[in-house]
């Protein structure tokens, strides 16, 4: 089992920055991919951001890609989101996700493990 715990949401202006945590606890993190997701105001969840078990290989939405930064800390059992730029269409719960492997994917299915979300709120 996984324990996820995602941390560093909150609400900020367009074009502000936020950083999102997310602390693993359970199986060897270093062992598998992260990633991470949202669900915007009546929408379904989606993929934003993907990153290996290494570190070296990661993946990101259309959206989202050239604004957010994945990155993991094996050391701290931690991975993080950077959102820089952000807009008031990237509102939604952000939830982090482990995957089965340690190779990037995109697909939710491939995803057994999730936190419990964070929310941020970007104002216009």
């Known amino acids: 089992q996984v324990q996820l715990v995602e941390s560093g949401g909150g609400l900020v202006q367009t074009g502000g920055s936020l950083r999102l945590s997310c602390v693993a606890s359970?199986?060897?993190?270093?062992?598998?991919?992260m990633g991470w997701f949202r669900q915007r105001p009546g929408k379904e969840r989606e993929f934003v951001a993907a990153?290996?078990?290494?570190?070296?290989?990661?993946y990101y939405a259309d959206s989202v890609k050239g604004r957010f930064t994945i990155s993991r800390d094996n050391a701290k059992n931690t991975v993080y989101l950077q959102m820089n730029s952000l807009k008031p269409e990237d509102t939604a719960v952000y939830y982090c996700?482990?995957?089965?492997?340690?190779?990037?994917?995109?697909?939710?299915?491939?995803?057994?493990?999730w936190g419990q979300g964070t929310q941020v709120t970007v104002s216009s």
């Open positions: 990153i290996s078990w290494t570190g070296t290989t990661t």
């Open positions: 359970g199986r060897t993190f270093s062992s598998y991919a």
């Open positions: 996700a482990a995957a089965k492997f340690g190779f990037v994917v995109t697909a939710q299915s491939e995803y057994p493990y």
